[in-house]
C-alpha cells in the first residue's frame, strides 16, 4: 500500500516563530512531490513542488531527501495567515497524476 | 483566474438514491479527477479521466461509480445507491498537464447521505 505520513499536529505556535514539517512515503519509485495547504472545509491549494535540489518560495522552504523517502517544509516568521493544514502530497509518474494525500499537519499560528 | 467549479455545493440525498455530482474543470486541461474527503478524514483519491476515458481508479471506485464528460465542458460523477459511508466532500480537480504537476480543486461539494 502507498502511503504518505505526516505527524498530525496541530502545531501551535506564536507569530514570528519557525515550524518545520515532516512527511514520509512508502512508495520508492514516486517522481513528484508537493505541499499543499487545505483551509478548513476548504479545496487543497498548492503551496509549492519540492525538488531535489531543496526549493525556497519567501518564507517557505522544501527539502526532498529521496534516499529515506522524506520530505519537509519549513515556515519562517510565521503569520496568522500560515493557520491551515499542510497536506504532504506525491504522485507517481505511471499514474495519470494521480495525487496520493498525507492526512495533513495542522498549523494554528497565535497572536 | 480561471477556476473550477462544481455544482451543487451541498446535497442531501436518501440512502440508495442516485446522485450526480458536476464539475466544469479549467477549458484548457487535459487531466480531470475526484476526490473525496470524509469528515476528518485525509483527501483520497476516486479517479483520473483523460482523453475521454478513466486512465486510473481507486479501489473505493467501484461499479457504484461512474464518471462522463458528456459535453466536451462538464465533468459528472455519478454514484447509483448512495451508502451512508458515502457522505463525504467530493472535489473535483483539473490539470494542464504541463510540467508544474499543479491540479487545481473545486471547491467542493458536500454530500450527506441519510
Known amino acids: 500500500r502507498k502511503e504518505v505520513e505526516q505527524d498530525p499536529g496541530p502545531f501551535n505556535v506564536p507569530e514570528g516563530a519557525t515550524v518545520a514539517f515532516n512527511c514520509t512515503y512508502s512508495?520508492?519509485?514516486?517522481?513528484?512531490f508537493f505541499w499543499y495547504r487545505q483551509d478548513c472545509r476548504k479545496e487543497p491549494k498548492l503551496l509549492m513542488s519540492?525538488?531535489?535540489s531543496g526549493n525556497e518560495d519567501g518564507r517557505f522552504t522544501a527539502q526532498l531527501n529521496r534516499a529515506s523517502q522524506y520530505i519537509s517544509l519549513l515556515i519562517r516568521d510565521s503569520k496568522l495567515s500560515d493557520s491551515a493544514t499542510y497536506l504532504c502530497?506525491?504522485?507517481?509518474?505511471?499514474?495519470?497524476?494521480?495525487?496520493?494525500f498525507g492526512k495533513g499537519t495542522s498549523l494554528l499560528v497565535t497572536p | 483566474e480561471p477556476e473550477v467549479t462544481q455544482t451543487p455545493s451541498h446535497q442531501v440525498t436518501q440512502m440508495g438514491q442516485e446522485v450526480i455530482l458536476r464539475c466544469v474543470p479549467i477549458?484548457?486541461?487535459?487531466?480531470f479527477y475526484w476526490y473525496r474527503q470524509i469528515l476528518g478524514q485525509k483527501v483520497e483519491f476516486l479517479v483520473s479521466?483523460?482523453?475521454?476515458?478513466?486512465?486510473?481508479k481507486s479501489e473505493i471506485f467501484d461499479d457504484q461509480f461512474s464518471v462522463e464528460r458528456p459535453d466536451g465542458s462538464n465533468f459528472t460523477l455519478k454514484i447509483r445507491s448512495t451508502k451512508l459511508e458515502d457522505s463525504a466532500m467530493y472535489f473535483c480537480?483539473?490539470?494542464?498537464?504541463?510540467?508544474?504537476?499543479?491540479?487545481?480543486f473545486g471547491e467542493g461539494s458536500r454530500l450527506t447521505v441519510l
Open positions: 519540492v525538488y531535489s
Open positions: 512508495n520508492s519509485a514516486s517522481q513528484s
Open positions: 479521466f483523460y482523453n475521454n476515458e478513466i486512465s486510473e
Open positions: 502530497v506525491v504522485n507517481l509518474a505511471d499514474s495519470g497524476y494521480a495525487l496520493n
Open positions: 477549458s484548457n486541461h487535459l487531466y
Open positions: 480537480a483539473s490539470f494542464s498537464g504541463r510540467n508544474t504537476g499543479e491540479l487545481f
